[in-house]
T-cell receptor, first 110, second 113 residues
Framework: SQTIHQWPATLVQPVGSPLSLECTVE??????LYWYRQAAGRGLQLLFY??????ISSEVPQNLSASRPQDRQFILSSKKLLLSDSGFYLC?????????FGSGTQLSVL | AQSVTQLGSHVSVSEGALVLLRCNYS??????LFWYVQYPNQGLQLLLK??????LVKGINGFEAEFKKSETSFHLTKPSAHMSDAAEYFC???????????FGRGTSLIVHP
């Protein structure tokens, strides 16, 4: 069966520090992968999606970037975090038009 | 282009009462429609999915949703609310190809004893 791993669960970072969140999927090949951000009371915002290795599409201009170095690995990064980067970050993968989400990372930028 | 509107950021019901969470969509192609549930500090979990096979879709935990094309709606219902149903519910619309679903802003379901 397919599983998705996302870590860390919680992260507190100072403004201006770098960020790296990792997501890996097991039990499938060539999945569509997604990074969403969820800010309080604002629903889900799609940040990036990828349909294959090295293929990244950005939905929103921002301080973040994404990479897909391997088929089942999706990384969200920032060189310098802003206060506005705080939120709940969710990785997901898709099969048959359905999304399966990781457990999320709560990022607090102070 | 596609969009989703969820009416009501919060819905409050008593335990045992009917649950109705509203969702209206806009899509330029025949849509795929979804409801997801999110419990505190967790990722989203798929409740049910509509893909044109049947207008009434049954999901997990006793929830169901009815696709009404004329009203562009896909409301989520459950006959009798349980305390464990308290969560955030998201409606989403998608289409084929490079699948990029659009989510509504979510509705928080509060269940009172």
């Amino acid at each position: 069966s397919q599983t998705i791993h996302q870590w860390p669960a919680t992260l507190v970072q100072p403004v201006g520090s770098p960020l790296s969140l990792e997501c890996t999927v097991e039990g499938t090949s060539n999945p569509n992968l997604y990074w969403y951000r969820q800010a309080a009371g604002r629903g889900l915002q799609l940040l990036f999606y990828s349909v294959g290795i090295g293929q990244i599409s950005s939905e929103v201009p921002q301080n973040l970037s994404a990479s897909r170095p391997q088929d089942r690995q999706f990384i969200l990064s920032s060189k310098k975090l802003l206060l506005s980067d705080s939120g709940f970050y969710l990785c997901a993968w898709a099969v048959e038009e359905k999304l399966f989400f990781g457990s999320g990372t709560q990022l607090s930028v102070l | 282009a596609q969009s989703v509107t969820q009416l009501g950021s919060h819905v409050s019901v008593s335990e045992g009462a009917l649950v109705l969470l509203r969702c209206n969509y806009s899509s330029s192609v025949p849509p795929y429609l979804f409801w997801y549930v999110q419990y505190p500090n967790q990722g989203l979990q798929l409740l049910l999915k509509y893909t044109s096979a049947a207008t009434l879709v049954k999901g997990i935990n006793g929830f169901e949703a009815e696709f009404k094309k004329s009203e562009t709606s896909f409301h989520l219902t459950k006959p009798s609310a349980h305390m464990s149903d308290a969560a955030e519910y998201f409606c989403a619309v998608g289409s084929g190809g490079s699948y990029i679903p659009t989510f509504g802003r979510g509705t928080s379901l509060i269940v009172h004893p």
